[in-house]
C-alpha cells in the first residue's frame, strides 16, 4: 500500500526521523521537488526512504564549501558533469549526489 506524500508530510518524516536538520527546509523543499520530478520522468513511484536519501545527498551553501570537501571541481559545471546537482532557489546552495 502506498501513501501520496506532500511537501509537510515529507519534512515531517525528516523530523520523525531526527533528520531535520540534515538538509535545511529550501534545501529540503528543492530535494522533494527533484524527488517529485525524477518519479515523474521515470513513470514509477519512489519510497520515501529519509536516511537514504541522507546518505544519498549531501547540501552545500556554496562552490567555496564544497570545494573544502572536493577539491577536484573548480566550477561548478565540472561538478554538474560529474554528479546530479539540486540548485536552491534563491540562494547560493546546492544539493549533490554524493560521489
Known sequence: MKTNVNFNDFLDAFRNMGRENQFSYEGKQALFEYEE???EDL???QELDVIG???E???YDNLNELQQDHTDYPTLEALEE??????IEGTQGFIIRQF
Open 37 to 39: 520530478q525524477l518519479e
Open 43 to 45: 513513470g514509477t513511484e
Open 53 to 55: 536519501l541522507c546518505c
Open 57 to 59: 545527498y549531501a547540501e
Open 82 to 87: 560529474a554528479t546530479t546537482v539540486i540548485k
